[in-house]
């Protein structure tokens, strides 16, 4: 199993400019969303999606556009990047926990560094 | 979500255990916590869940007491490569989490 992945790992783009990260899973979870992680900050989250075809908006969403057209991906795209969206990226996934299961674990992907100049 | 509250960073020499603790005074009846751990340049990995009492696993343990509006993770004889990001999280089943800053924890030699 790869896990989660992340493509690209970095990226450097102009004002103005527009670009799609892919996040993909191979552990068929439900559940998956989209993080910025800023110097020294904690993660804020973006997007997320809780299935197939499904997604909703999260803490930090203006500026960011996402698609869930297959349950293994997960894509966000910028449609004109700005300088405030240089950041880290990261992708995380998750199973739909059951009534009976205590498991509450995300599995992260490595990160997207994007700059914006 | 309910809010917490750990500090900022922590110091701790090599072979110590070290206690950290998060603060959650306005934890509901449903709701978990959780605990993460980010190294530089990764995304953050599960470190620990709990609902109540003490859970313990082969990392770490999670102590809670009765009123749940405290949790401390518990590291055992820490070395080097313990040096990190640690994240408490509260939260209900299939919510999304929300990070705070986390507690940086530097190990010494």
């Known amino acids: 199993n790869a896990g989660v992945t992340q493509t690209p790992k970095f990226r450097v783009l102009k004002t103005g400019q527009s670009m799609t990260l892919l996040c993909a899973q191979d552990?068929?979870?439900?559940?998956m969303y989209w993080y910025r992680q800023d110097p020294g900050m904690g993660l804020r989250l973006i997007h997320y999606?809780?299935?197939?075809?499904?997604?909703a908006k999260g803490e930090v969403p203006d500026g960011y556009n996402v698609s869930r057209l297959k349950k293994q991906n997960f894509l966000l795209g910028l449609e004109s990047a700005a300088p405030s969206q240089t950041s880290v990226y990261f992708c995380?996934?998750?199973?739909?926990?059951?009534?009976?299961?205590?498991?509450?674990?995300?599995?992260f992907g490595p990160g997207t560094r994007l700059t914006v100049t | 979500l309910a809010k917490t509250t750990q500090p900022i960073s922590m110091d701790s020499y090599e072979g110590q255990e070290v206690n950290i603790t998060c603060s959650h005074n306005?934890?509901?009846?449903?709701?978990?916590i959780t605990w993460y751990q980010q190294f530089p340049s990764q995304g953050p990995r599960f470190i620990i869940q709990g609902y109540k009492t003490k859970v313990t696993n082969e990392v770490a343990s999670l102590f809670i007491p009765a009123d749940r509006k405290s949790s401390t993770l518990s590291l055992p004889r820490v070395s080097l490569s313990d040096t990190a990001v640690y994240y408490c999280?509260?939260?209900?089943?299939?919510?999304?989490?929300?990070f705070g800053k986390g507690t940086r924890l530097s190990v010494i030699a």
């Open positions: 999280l509260v939260g209900v089943r299939n919510t999304p989490l929300v």
């Open positions: 552990m068929n979870h439900e559940y």
């Open positions: 999606s809780v299935g197939e075809g499904t997604t």
């Open positions: 995380a996934s998750s199973y739909r926990t059951t009534r009976d299961s205590n498991s509450y674990e995300q599995y």
């Open positions: 306005n934890i509901a009846t449903n709701d978990y």
